[in-house]
């Protein structure tokens, strides 16, 4: 399986304002910057640790795919990791061919591609998913690192999620319900505990209620009712209804598969909601590996699909 994962690029000022992309400082076009960006990433490696402290590595494996016509930059990031012991072995005779210490390093090559259309404030970043080799965190940040390095000190650089919303509508008309979670935060207690970590106080500081389901289990209601509380728009600090009950939540978040692709959605953090599309009926196999112009072909079908589609797709009837 082949899988996309596509995100939308903005570049704000210092005083938030978003900025036209191929002119962002009134003059310079952003494809350009990023055409450096990946020059500068093949010549010098990235080193940096991970939240678990293991050494990473991030560049190109090799010279960037240029069309200025097209706006598009197409590359092999190539990011790498260490701090797992592995044995190569033969495919035919299961023979030792090599064996990894935690020093050695693992690297994937991960083909995505950068498009910038003129004239717009947004453009899209196309990244092949490969287990245990994300790297949007680290494409934003060493791309905002280069923005700084050359210059651009008032501009920063978001990557977002970009959802495709009739794909979302689909998933939630036909796909299966896997998972529920009903989130409520608990009033803060100010005490003198030490959290390891943002992420643990915010664990210790909400509840949640989880409801899982099976293949046989029917869920259609369940389905209808989360497609209501996720059309509504919420704010920040407002309070979900849900099924009629008297409590209230802070946050539903909910679990749908469709056609190999599993996505978590969530009721009021939108923005959260990864866009991975299997695009694997629209490229080609070449020798073992994917085809590179079948890949970016692929990739403009998916911009295509989420530049058509709107939040006001969540109301159609699949």
């Known amino acids: ?80 990791y260490t701090g797992d012991e592995f044995k190569v072995k033969d495919g035919v005779t299961n ?29 899209y970043l196309c990244i092949q998913k490969k287990e245990n080799f994300a790297v949007k ?15 651009y000190m008032d501009f920063n650089l978001k990557i977002e999620n970009a959802p495709n919303y009739k794909y979302l509508n689909k998933m939630m008309t036909q796909g299966e319900l896997k998972e529920i979670r009903l989130i409520r935060q608990k009033p803060l207690v100010f005490d003198d505990t030490v959290y390891l970590n943002a992420l643990e106080k ?29 059309m509504e728009q919420y704010k920040e600090f407002d309070k979900i209804s849900f099924l009629g009950n008297s409590e209230e939540y802070d946050e539903i978040s909910f679990i749908l598969t469709l056609d190999k692709i599993t996505k978590t959605f969530h009721v009021k953090d939108k923005s959260k909601i990864r866009s991975n599309m299997d ?32 939040f006001d797709d969540i109301n159609e009837v699949a």
């Open 279 to 310: 695009v694997s009926r629209l490229v080609d196999i070449v020798n073992g590996e994917v085809d590179l112009e079948t890949l970016v072909k692929a990739s403009f079908i998916c911009i295509n699909n989420i530049e058509n589609s709107s």
């Open 1 to 80: 399986m082949v899988i996309i994962n596509i995100y939308r690029l903005s570049i704000e000022n210092n005083k938030k304002e978003s900025q036209v992309l191929n002119r962002f400082n009134s003059e310079t076009d952003f494809l350009e910057v990023i055409q450096d960006f990946c020059n500068y990433t093949l010549s010098d490696i990235y080193r940096y640790s991970d939240s678990k402290g293991r050494p990473r590595t991030f560049t190109l494996s090799r010279l960037p795919i240029v069309d200025l016509n097209k706006r598009y930059i197409a590359v092999n990031f190539e990011p790498g």
């Open 137 to 151: 965190t680290i494409v934003e940040s060493t791309l905002n690192m280069f923005l700084k390095k050359a210059g």
């Open 202 to 230: 915010a664990r210790i500081n909400q509840e949640e209620h989880v409801a899982r389901f099976n293949k046989h289990s029917n869920t259609s209601i369940l389905k209808n009712e989360l497609k209501k509380v996720f």
């Open 95 to 123: 023979s030792l061919k090599y064996s990894a210490s935690r020093m050695d390093l693992q690297s994937r090559e991960l083909f995505s591609m950068f498009h910038i259309p003129k004239g717009s404030k947004y453009g």
